[in-house]
């Protein structure tokens, strides 16, 4: 019977036993399934803090940041002792013994939270504020902070502590939009982290405990009473004398905040649409581009460069571009100066002849970053001031002509494309040097009809002419006639041809550089050969010939060289004046966004006149 008893107890505890080792087996597969994503999750040798990219001018002034607050890497050289003694001892006194949390400090917390009916204490320490600020929220919830407990207990596995504390110090909020005591540094006192006196450093050390109560700003005197009990609690651990305490106590707090205006918005938002074509460039997504056949493909690649241009810019990069100050200012004043009608806006494109770089550039008579920058935005019909790209350069560059060589410039009709001079006048047979200084149409497309369609625009290839393409190869192309257009940014930088018959694409950027110095990016510096020797020259004389005493004449000014070509489109809808000094190129388009009949103030000559104040 015992017997029996026996091997029924046994039989019953057999699915028990199962039961137990299942469940056993499940934890320890939940665990195990746990740690892995705990691992996969917590990659800290992946993390980089998130820093500020800066903008700057020709001079190394700033002049634009990445974004409205400030975000800067220390590294652990850099952090000053003391700064870390008074973190340390002041935020988490117990850091360099514990595994991540202080179980002391959990279970006082725990206890006060107990009084409330609601969590007013965490306990937490400097690894477990480094855990939430990388990969949780600020919410005040049991299930958080037990989650947080996981993080830091694996922070610690990974990372030493000098590491922790520097990536914490790098990370923590300092109020008004300032991350990390770097950043802070700069802000508040527009000092480097060495600079500072440690009366300085304790007086930024009593802000993250409290960013918004201690904030300088605002509550000043409250910061300087918190700075004092750092400093008093440095006595305390023995790291400084009572008279050292008190002469860090008597030093005057000089705030000087670091201001963020964004000083030229038309420029800097164009650098920033430059930095992303030159990472397009530079890392291969320009070529992807280019390849891709499906919308899908592109839309893809698209996504993927916006990702990366984000990841490049949270990175911290210093933005090196050619902006001269000056002629920015006086270009935007140019601009609005001379366009006082109603809904005409105006934009214009300045190089510098020696470096073919961008040293300014107006996107509208009152621009606002992030509006439609006309300058390069705007695809606008270019009229005649396409044909010394179009029409004469590849003429002259096929046949070598003398400019007193005669072309008809009576009426011409070609299937149902007929043509007309300005104003419908005929003048029969003029040299080319008079076709180009009245700008006439019918001349125009005669010689490009000798040197071929298909030629012609082979030469305007070489230009960085986005909306230009083989629909646009017809006759009346001659005379400014294209389906979409060309911007001003493209037209004017083509023209820098003129200089000296080579060609590099125009840029406003000269490097990207980490904040060591580093070069990350930068834009090639060949040539492209487009215009001959003679060609040049002859092109530089009748663009100086139209500046005195054709279309031009209007924006002349007495310089060592000057040379201009106007255009005006259909019903008026555009005015362009393009053209060289022996210094700069510069282009400037008048019109409205939508495009609408100006011929009541095609006398006034804006147009030119921006251009004359750009130039003077």
């Given amino acids: 019977m015992r017997m ?43 993390q980089t803090v998130q820093q500020t990219s800066f903008i700057y001018d020709r001079n190394g002034a700033q002049i634009s940041k990445s974004e409205p607050g400030m975000r800067m ?13 008074v973190t340390v001892y002041s935020e988490d006194r117990n850091f360099y013994d514990h595994i991540g949390f202080d179980a002391g400090a959990i279970i006082r917390a725990v206890v006060k939270n107990l009084v409330f009916t609601h969590i007013e204490q965490g ?11 990388l990969y949780l929220t600020q919410e005040k919830t049991y299930n958080r902070k037990m989650t947080e407990l996981f993080y830091a207990s694996e922070i610690e596995s990974q990372w030493s502590k000098d590491e922790i504390l520097t990536a914490y110090l790098n990370i923590i909020y300092y109020n008004n939009g300032v991350y990390g005591i770097k950043a802070a540094s700069k802000y508040y006192f527009q000092k480097d982290l060495s600079e500072l006196t440690k009366a300085e450093l304790a007086f930024l050390a009593a802000i993250p405990n409290n960013p918004r109560k201690y904030d300088p700003l605002s509550n000043f005197d409250q910061a300087k009473e918190r700075q004092e009990r750092l400093i008093d609690l440095m006595v305390t651990e023995q790291k400084i004398t009572a008279e050292e305490a008190a002469a860090f106590k008597a030093e005057p707090i000089k705030i000087s905040v670091t201001e963020s205006n964004d000083l030229h ?31 899908s493909e592109k839309a893809s690649i698209e996504a993927r460069l916006d990702e990366r241009v984000q990841q490049v810019l949270k990175s911290g990069v210093n933005i090196h571009t050619a902006l001269d100050p000056a002629m920015q200012n006086q270009t935007v004043a140019a601009v609005k100066a001379n366009l006082p009608y109603d809904g005409v806006e105006g934009a214009a494109v300045v190089i510098e002849n020696q470096t073919r770089e961008i040293v300014s550039l107006s996107g509208g008579k009152n621009y606002q970053k992030y509006n439609f920058n006309r300058a390069y935005q705007a695809v606008r ?33 070609f299937q149902n494309y007929c043509p007309e001079n300005y104003g419908g006048v005929e003048y029969g047979d003029v040299s080319i040097s008079r076709a180009f200084l009245l700008s006439l149409n019918t001349p125009a497309i005669r010689m490009m009809e000798e040197t071929g369609v298909e030629q012609s625009f082979a030469y305007l290839s070489a230009f960085d002419f986005n909306q230009v393409g ?41 490097k990207v550089t980490d904040f060591q110095g580093n070069v990350l990016y930068e834009w ?3 040539y492209i050969p487009v215009w001959s020797g003679q060609t040049t020259a002859k092109m530089r004389e009748l663009l100086a010939t139209a500046a005195r005493s054709g ?51 095609e006398l006034d000559r804006p147009a030119h006149l921006i251009w004359k104040d750009i130039n003077r």
């Fill in 381 to 413: 019909q270019p009229g005649s001031a396409i044909k010394p790209l179009l029409v004469y350069g590849p003429y002259i560059e096929t046949f070598q002509p003398y400019l007193t060589q005669t072309v008809n410039s009576d009426a011409y009709c």
């Fill in 123 to 133: 306990g937490s320490t400097i690894t477990q504020q480094l855990a939430r600020n």
């Fill in 4 to 46: 029996t008893m026996g091997f029924m107890g046994v039989f019953l505890l057999i699915p028990l036993c199962i039961f137990f080792w299942l469940q056993t087996n499940k934890e320890i597969q939940a665990q195990s399934d746990f740690q892995r994503a705990l691992d996969e999750k917590v990659q800290l040798d992946e």
């Fill in 551 to 601: 279309t031009g004449s209007p924006a002349y000014l007495e310089k060592p060289y000057i040379g201009i070509k106007t255009g005006t489109t259909n019903e008026y809808f555009d005015y362009w004046t393009v053209g060289l000094t022996n210094e700069y190129t510069s282009g400037v388009w008048v019109g409205h966004d939508l495009p609408k009949n100006m011929q009541s103030i």
């Fill in 470 to 510: 083989p629909s646009d190869q017809t006759l009346a192309a001659a005379a400014g006639g294209f389906t979409y257009g060309v911007s001003p940014l493209e037209l004017t930088d083509a023209y820098t041809s003129f200089i000296d018959g080579n060609y590099r694409q125009a840029h406003a950027i000269r």
């Fill in 73 to 85: 890497h220390a590294t652990s050289e850099e952090l000053p002792q003391f700064l870390k003694d």
């Fill in 524 to 526: 090639p510096k060949d």
């Fill in 265 to 295: 918005p038309d420029y800097t938002f164009y650098v920033e649409y430059e930095l992303r074509q030159l990472i397009a460039y530079q890392e291969g997504f320009k070529e992807q581009l280019n390849k891709a056949k499906k919308t």
